[in-house]
């Protein structure tokens, strides 16, 4: 464990939403379903001493802020999709660091697969 990764987390795993991100003229009209999971390091002892939510983070809060980003405005890349919601992340005051993977189960491959995802983790410096 480092200072960047105290072991204090809150995870949120599975927030689906229908975006229309990707290069491809029918990925953009059409739409598919991405899935979002965060890790977010957090020192959840002030929360939990005293009791108050402004302590911590509201993961309902962050959750509708992320299916907004997923719902909202297309790019091309899920790495663009990834980097916005990081951004978000971090921008809730106790969060110290951030883990997010995007998944595109739908994602336009021409040969069986499960998932296609990237993940990108980013600290407050």
Known sequence: MTDQHPGDRIELRGLSAVGHHGVFDHERRDGQTFVV??????????????????????YGELAEEVHAIITGDPVDLIETLALRIVS?????EPVRWVSVTVHKPEAPIEVAFTDV????????L
């Open 88 to 92: 978000v992340c971090l921008g809730h």
């Open 117 to 124: 995802t990237v993940t990108m983790e980013r600290s407050k």
């Open 37 to 58: 999971d965060l890790v977010l390091s957090v020192d959840l002892e002030p929360a939990a001493v005293s009791g108050d939510l402004t302590r911590t983070v509201h």
